[in-house]
Every structure is written in C-alpha cells, then in structure tokens.
C-alpha cells in the first residue's frame, strides 16, 4: 500500500510549462523596470525561465513518484525564479555602484544562510512560537532597514528616474520569497514532526 504523499505525477501535470509561463510574464515585466537595456535583459530573463523549467524538468524526473516532495521542490524553485526577477532592476539600477557590491553580497550570504539553516527556517514557520520566528522576523526587519538605507542613500546620491520607488518595492518583495522559499527544502515528514508539540 502506497503511502499518501507517494502519488505519481504524470507530466501533463508536473506544472512544469506552466511555472514556465509564471517566470517568462514576471521576467518580461521586470525586464523593463528600468527601460535601459530592456531588450537585452528581455532575453536574459527567457534565457532564465528555460533553465528553470529544465531544473523543474529534471526535479520531476527524480521525484515524480512522489508528488509532495515532487511539488514542494517546485515551488522552492519556482520562488527563486521568482525572487530573482523582483530583485533584479534594484540590482540592475545600482551597477556598478559600491553599493550594488554591498546589496549583492548581502542578498548572497542571506541565500547561503537561509538554505543552509532550511529546517530552523521551516520550524520558525511550522511553530510561530519559537524563538527561531522571532529571529526570521528580526533579520527580514534589519535587511530592510539596511538595504531600504542603502538604496535611498543611492537616490539622495544619483540623478534617479521613477522606477526606483517600484524598483524598491519589488526588491523587498523578492528579498521576503528567499526567506520564505527555504521551507519547500524540508520533506513532509519534517514537517510533521515539527508540528509535533513539544513537552
């Protein structure tokens, strides 16, 4: 007897083309915030949403017979796309400026952190109550503080148009999608026995 998060995912539902879709409409969208280099960077954010699908591809090779873990790592891969498409004009405003190089490394050692420590991460979730929570919530608030201090010295420095507010926006907005993709990295399993209340 199979067990409930062991179902097999045919291909013409693995979501693979329509994740595709998602990253391929958010790419050409952010592709023009700012207008400079849009058509470069129109091919850039494709060439991004191919890999994906191929990564997504390969993931559901892997795990199509198990759909949880099938899906979860799909949408931890679809978050990153993600995430990088919001972040992206921020980024692409910044260069070549020092503080494109401070943001950069930020968001890197963030990335490396969060996926290192996926299952403090899922447990913050999983039990708000947990003093992990707190430091999620803490570290999202500095980022903000530090990064939103970063990108407005930036403006107050340069001659900036008005994508950067939206540039901004859409910054903090894939910042919080790294924070939270982690989460798809644990098995159901995991979570189960971390929803298990502690005595």
Same mark, same amino acid.
């Given at each position: 007897?199979?067990?409930? !998060?062991?179902?097999?995912?045919?291909?013409?539902?693995? /979501?693979?083309?329509?994740?595709?879709?998602?990253?391929?409409?958010?790419?050409?969208?952010?592709?023009?915030?700012?207008?400079?280099?849009?058509?470069?960077?129109?091919?850039?954010?494709?060439?991004?949403?191919?890999?994906?699908?191929?990564?997504?591809?390969?993931?559901?090779?892997?795990?199509?017979?198990?759909?949880?873990?099938?899906?979860?790592?799909?949408?931890?891969? @679809?978050?990153?796309?993600?995430?990088?498409?919001? @972040?992206?004009?921020?980024? /692409?405003?910044?260069?070549?400026?020092?503080?494109?190089?401070?943001?950069?490394?930020?968001?890197?050692?963030?990335?490396?952190?969060?996926?290192?420590?996926? !299952?403090?991460?899922?447990?913050?979730?999983?039990?708000?109550? !947990?003093?992990?929570?707190?430091?999620?919530?803490? @570290?999202?608030? %500095?980022?903000?503080?530090?990064?939103? %201090?970063?990108?407005?010295?930036?403006?107050?420095?340069?001659?900036?148009?008005?994508?950067?507010?939206?540039?901004?926006?859409?910054?903090?907005? %894939?910042?919080?999608?790294?924070?939270?993709?982690?989460? @798809?990295?644990?098995?159901? !399993?995991?979570?189960?026995?971390?929803?298990?209340? /502690?005595?």
């Amino acid at each position: 007897m199979k067990k409930k !998060d062991s179902h097999f995912v045919e291909f013409k539902n693995n /979501r693979v083309f329509i994740t595709l879709i998602l990253h391929v409409v958010i790419g050409l969208l952010c592709s023009f915030v700012p207008e400079e280099n849009a058509g470069l960077w129109i091919g850039i954010n494709i060439a991004l949403a191919i890999v994906f699908a191929l990564v997504n591809y390969m993931i559901w090779l892997f795990h199509k017979n198990n759909s949880k873990r099938y899906f979860s790592l799909h949408t931890f891969v @679809m978050l990153l796309g993600i995430a990088f498409y919001m @972040m992206s004009p921020a980024f /692409r405003a910044l260069y070549p400026s020092i503080i494109f190089w401070l943001l950069l490394l930020i968001t890197l050692v963030l990335v490396g952190f969060l996926i290192i420590k996926y !299952d403090a991460v899922t447990n913050a979730f999983v039990n708000p109550g !947990d003093s992990w929570f707190i430091k999620i919530l803490g @570290m999202y608030g %500095g980022i903000i503080f530090v990064a939103g %201090g970063l990108l407005w010295a930036y403006m107050n420095a340069t001659e900036t148009g008005p994508f950067v507010p939206v540039a901004i926006i859409l910054f903090f907005i %894939g910042i919080f999608l790294l924070m939270i993709a982690p989460i @798809m990295l644990s098995t159901p !399993d995991r979570v189960k026995e971390l929803e298990k209340p /502690r005595y």
